[in-house]
């Protein structure tokens, strides 16, 4: 069975590809670099032993996709690519319309043309907004809150009514929690450009001696130590999780990836000081704009729907993220 990966050599992109390879599947990969380096999939390469196949192009060229679905027997996609940032998104919402609506856009319509109607989509948490639910069920209300989220949302909605409209689309709509860490080879890992926004990739290179101390944005949440709580998803489990939607396409389903826990920003801290044995300076800041207090997923339907959950602790997240770090401190440019 052979499956388009776009954005394949991004970070959850590029730990899906290796165990995609892993069960079987052969992997065609789109991307067009925007936000990945070459030497991922090289990486993927290594650690499977496989090739995969690579063209350099952009989602949105409905030519580029033409081509591929020619040349190539595609059986189902996974659609990764877009962009992330969600500072950028409310900089310049059109850019990411553009992108991540556009893009899927031009996808389905070419599927729809090479009928091709199996997809796994990347949604994101995110789509629920300033939710109240603790944990955050499939059928909570919808309010995403920045750019980034509606059009995740946008094109989930896109989704939802092509499948009401040709019953033979099979698509998975994957609700992202916080992913995390890195394949335990510490061959691919995250790459941020600059530095990093989120939490994980920060204290690592503080840990790494790159960065000075940690910010922790705000310790007076109602939270057990005032600290923000995230659902932490290993991205070996995401990727997995994306496997068993794959095995199980039918129809539409709507599901949450997560490990169904919260932990607090001092919790990360202390596990990575206790995993990796390095000290994580840190100073108390001011809470961050738009940060909520709880965040976690329900992930009961991931489990009765895909027979998926997650298997790595947060311990296995911090050491793989030290792992991947301290043999790659410039990232992929190491
Ligand atoms: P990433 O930026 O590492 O990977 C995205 C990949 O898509 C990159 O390789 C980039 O070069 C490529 N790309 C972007 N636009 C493209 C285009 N128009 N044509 C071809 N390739 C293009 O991001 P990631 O963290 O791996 O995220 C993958 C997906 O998951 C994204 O859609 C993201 O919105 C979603 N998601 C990510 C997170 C997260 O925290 N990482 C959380 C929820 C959802
Ligand atoms: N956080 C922090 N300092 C940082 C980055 C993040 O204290 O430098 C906190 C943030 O306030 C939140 C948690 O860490 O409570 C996770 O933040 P991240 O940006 O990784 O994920 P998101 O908030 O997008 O879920």
């Known amino acids: 069975m052979i499956v388009l990966v776009t954005g ?80 950028e998104s409310v900089a310049n919402p059109l850019k990411y319309y553009d992108y991540n609506v556009m893009g899927s856009l031009a996808l389905t319509e070419i599927m729809a043309e090479f009928n091709v109607k199996n997809l796994v989509f990347s949604s994101s948490a995110t789509v629920y907004g300033f939710s109240d639910n603790k944990p955050i069920p499939e059928t909570s209300q919808l309010s995403p809150f920045n750019p980034y989220g509606q059009s995740k949302r946008m094109v989930e909605q896109i989704l939802e009514d092509l499948s009401k409209s040709d019953a033979s689309w099979n698509i998975a709509l994957l609700r992202y929690f916080n992913p995390v860490g890195a394949h335990k080879s510490g061959m691919i890992g995250e790459d941020p450009n600059g530095i990093p926004n989120n939490l994980m990739p920060f204290v690592s290179q503080v840990a790494a001696g790159k960065l000075k101390e940690l910010s922790i944005f705000g310790n007076d949440y109602p939270t057990k130590d005032g600290t923000g709580v995230r659902d932490y998803i290993h991205v070996v489990d995401l990727a997995l999780g994306h496997i068993a939607a794959l095995k199980k396409l039918n129809g539409l389903m709507i599901i949450n990836l997560g490990a169904g826990a919260g ?50 602790s947060l311990e296995d997240i911090c050491r793989d993220s030290w792992h991947w770090q301290s043999k790659n401190p410039n990232g992929y440019n190491t």
């Not at 050599?9 to 936000?35: P, Q, W």
């Not at 596990?271 to 976690?296: L, M, Q, S």
Request: with cysteine.
């Open 8 to 87: 394949g050599a991004g970070y959850i992109g590029s730990h899906t590809c290796v165990e995609l390879i892993n069960a079987g599947y052969e992997v065609v990969v789109l991307d067009s670099f925007i936000n990945s380096k070459e030497e991922s999939i090289k990486r993927i390469e290594n650690i499977t032993g496989k090739t995969v196949v690579l063209v350099k192009g952009d989602v949105r060229d409905k030519d580029c996709l033409r081509s591929i679905f020619k040349n190539y027997s595609i059986n189902a996609v996974i659609h990764f690519s877009g962009l992330k940032a969600v500072g």
């Open 263 to 312: 932990y607090s920003v001092l919790d990360l801290v202390h596990t990575f000081e206790k995993t990796t044995g390095i000290k994580i300076p840190f100073k108390i800041v001011n809470r961050r704009p738009g940060d909520i207090a709880i965040y976690f997923a329900d992930a009961t339907m991931a489990k009765e729907k895909l027979g998926w959950q997650t298997k790595y």
